[in-house]
């Protein structure tokens, strides 16, 4: 039986900084994982992950493709920029190997069907690294959502903002890796995802419409370096019952912020509603620097030096389950479980992709304001993918 997965990092930028070197080296999960090589055209962040993973120089590589050629691996971790998940876990998988991606699945629709088709047709394990799905409030507004005490999901409103330290350039150290990541970005691809899917985990629903709001206002301001993006969208998603929902993301929130990022979420149905507040976790600290709300449920720094809560435990139990795959503990059920499209995250990337395409084609107001188009996610859906693929998506 096997009890280490031999893994190869491609990408080592500020995800793996901010979380996966805990689960890496700190916590319940690494003992199954060895951490073998690392691919990084960036030399920086290559060495200092090499030099953290311990990792011999011939193994550090700038490409991937000749990582997964050269060292005998069992999985890799994708911790690209959106628009590189695809290209790296498309040739994993054909090179029969094991794939784990931070959310989103992929910047697109094609690039996250070509990553599940691939998926499929190998029979290999793609998993997705959406954290929120193993928050402990979550999964309780999941059960008691599904168990009908709240009756029929109407409408909710999400919020998540980060502060404007996160996208500005001109912060040091810098969040980023990439200096325009801001621009390349947005509050939609890299928070709205979050929400999205913690919201359609909750009530389970198919999103039909979506069209957002863009505004503009502080990122543009910045100096030296400005940034043309947005500081806030509001993503309006339509579900298949008609209920609503409006998930409110950005990053231009003062740094004095009492949290990273302030987020909350209500869900108001015919018989009730949740609240979560999810930025009270219920830890407030006040000292010299000003109040701020504590988040040990995401990351919880132990007295042993291990690193636990959710934020570890959403990409581990990944982990778990490719190595139940690897020793036959997993049965045809499990896996199809696994393969659904809402678990590899194709709604949430359709939501993305919709609400992107909603702001490129919509009115942008001389006051810093982008208002969006409607997309219809059929529509969406037949003309990226063809009638067949909306089909198996049951979007025909
Ligand atoms: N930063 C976070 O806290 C966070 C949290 C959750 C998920 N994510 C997701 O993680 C992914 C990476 O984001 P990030 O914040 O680490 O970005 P980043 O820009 O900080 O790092 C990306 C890294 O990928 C490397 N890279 C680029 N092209 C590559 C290639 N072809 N092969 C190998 N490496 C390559 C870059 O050099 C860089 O080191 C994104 O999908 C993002 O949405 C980030």
Known sequence: MKIKLRIGII???????EIYQHLYFRSSYSPML??????DPNEQFRNWFGDLAGIPAERRFTDYQEMIAKVKLDAVQVNTPDHL???PTVAALNAGLDVVVP??????????HLMIETAKKTGRYLGVDFHKREDPRIKEAEARFQSGRYGTFQAAVFYMVDKLNIADPNHSPRFFASPNFAEKNTPASFLTVHMADALMKIINLVPVQVSARGYSHKLPSLKPIAVN???????E???????VAHLITGWAIPNSAWANTVQSGRL?????LIDLALD??????IHADGIFEVNPLFKNFEKDKSVTGYGISGPGRLYQQILAQHNGQMSATDRAGLMTPMILGFHTALVLEAAEKSLAAGQRLTTGATLGTVVDLRQLVANELGDIAAKEYGYA
């Open 103 to 112: 959310k989103p699945t992929a910047a697109t629709l094609k690039d996250a």
């Open 11 to 17: 990408g080592a930028g500020s995800v793996v900084r």
């Open 237 to 243: 998603v339509l579900f298949d019952t008609g209920a």
């Open 280 to 285: 009270m976790p219920g830890l407030r600290e």
């Open 229 to 235: 993006g947005y500081d806030l969208v509001d993503t």
């Open 34 to 39: 060895e951490i073998c090589a690392v691919a």
């Open 85 to 87: 998940h695809c290209a």
């Open 268 to 272: 108001i149905c015919s018989d009730g």
